[in-house]
């Protein structure tokens, strides 16, 4: 590796991940980098990629984005979570709200106090003490300066995309239109320039990789090893649709289990984006794009079309003058919307580690230690709504339910499972509340809880939790209907 200075970074693909590290980049570096992107409309990008996780919120701050500019132009609505139907057993239903739930103490979190609660006869689910499942229920909505509710969005993706290359543009990135044929390394296997088509050549010191499945950079040409978690998340394969919207936009996410895979709705302003996630040896393409098709309302308005995939990850996500982002880096099925989250963390973090005075060894390592620690996390997260399931009705499920999972999954669910208790580390993307909403959803009831509080009164515990649920009525009551207020925050003019 050289010790060459880092002055000048050239982004190779403009799909969602290019644009985001694009903007980041020049808004935060601009003055001490030239920032360049190339990409090709021939190749096109995957266009999918609507739902979206709330640090995305923090991401636009320190863009300097506005809200309601950003709502407007990519045809945005409001998300509080993803309601779950048909995982744990056909026929059920929760859902995996952001913010937090309910009120524990120093020794105990919240889910030992509401166990006591259930012990002695109070049968009101777990999202009864969330504001956001109660306002998803309710289809309600607002900001506010304290924001008591916690949210992302639902985006257009095609939309996003280019609202980032404008405000990229505008700031000073140039944009290179081209196809790029070779790239070119030095003698030591370091990149040194992007060969395009039109025979323009294109060098520079660092390379940020955003070519999505095909991986020109960090695969096809520095041979970055591929770690398979397919025996994990089987599905391979997803088809999405749009539909033209029926009814106002619900705040969130749905995402149906079906017997080889599942299904998610996600309503936008002007239309609903569909997509069916399947695993190709439970279910055809052909099977799978007629099971989407039937099961979506109003009138299609795209082609289905089949992406194929294998879960998993680089081996390290910066390699050499290298760095992955977006799909050429990897892929964690869209259940949890933590791609784009993913490529915002890596711009940010690679930011933080910007090799200006060359690429050292010890900012790799640390770079690929915290992407790894953070992805497999979520890795483990996502496996969790596959495993933790009664269904026995498909292969799929069979084989989902009885599979081995990663150790670190393994000892939350024993903990969990037997005691009621959950610990998380520093780094972890999904917090306590996200865990125990979706391991009491699905139906995992701990043996045992804290005995804290059993040492409250009948009267006491009674009162608790009813003041926790009357609480939430109250501020849902002053809070108005999401789409009325998407209507006067930020609706799209077409
Ligand atoms: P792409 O969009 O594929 O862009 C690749 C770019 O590289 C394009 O600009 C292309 O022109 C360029 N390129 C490629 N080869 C060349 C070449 N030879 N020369 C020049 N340019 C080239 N994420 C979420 O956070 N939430 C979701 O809800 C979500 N849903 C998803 C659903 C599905 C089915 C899939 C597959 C993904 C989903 N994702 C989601 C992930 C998200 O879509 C992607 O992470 C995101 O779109 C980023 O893609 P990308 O920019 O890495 O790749």
Known sequence: MKNNNVKKVVIAGGGTAGWVAAAA???????????VLVESDQIGTVGVGEATIPPMRTFHSLLGIDEQEFMR???????????????????????????????GSYLADFQHLWLHGKSKGINEEFGAYSLEVQAAKANKFATSKNNILNYAYHLDATRYAQFLRKFSEK??????????QQVQQHPDGDIKALHLESGEIIAADFFIDCTGFAGLLIDKTLKTPYEDWSHWLPCNS???????????????????????????????QHRVGNGNVFCDAFMSDEQAKQHLLENVQGKVLTEPRVIK?????????????????????GFVE?????????????????????????????????YNQQSIAELENIR???????HATSREDSEFWRYCKNMSVPDSLSHRLELFRENGLYYQGDRELFRLD???????????MPKHYHSIFKTMSDEELVSHLTNTRNTIANTLSKIPNHQEFVNQYCKAQR
């Not at 033209?244 to 998610?264: D, L, N, R």
């Not at 990850?313 to 910066?318: L, P």
């Not at 483990?380 to 596959?386: A, Q, T, W």
Request: proline residues 5%.
């Open 25 to 35: 980049l020049v808004k935060q570096l601009g003055k001490l980098l030239d920032v």
């Open 73 to 103: 132009a990519t045809e945005s609505v409001f998300k509080l979570g993803i309601s779950f139907k048909n995982w744990g057993q056909i026929g059920d239903q929760y859902i995996h709200p952001f913010g937090s739930t309910g009120q």
């Open 171 to 180: 700031l000073g990135v140039k944009r290179i239109e081209g196809k790029i």
């Open 238 to 268: 997803a088809v999405p649709v749009q539909t033209e919207s029926i009814e106002p936009a619900k705040p969130y996410v749905t995402c149906t289990a079906h017997k080889a895979g599942w299904q998610w709705h996600i309503p936008l």
């Open 309 to 329: 995939y294998k879960t998993g990850r680089r081996k390290v996500f910066w390699n050499r003058n290298c760095v992955a982002l977006g799909l050429s880096s």
């Open 334 to 366: 869209p259940l949890e919307s933590t791609s784009i989250y993913m490529f915002m963390m890596g711009i940010v973090r690679l930011m933080r580690l910007f090799p200006f005075n060359g690429v050292t060894q010890s900012s790799i390592d640390e």
């Open 380 to 386: 483990d997260f996502i496996i969790l709504h596959y």
């Open 434 to 444: 996200s865990w125990l909403h979706v391991m009491l959803g699905q139906g995992i």
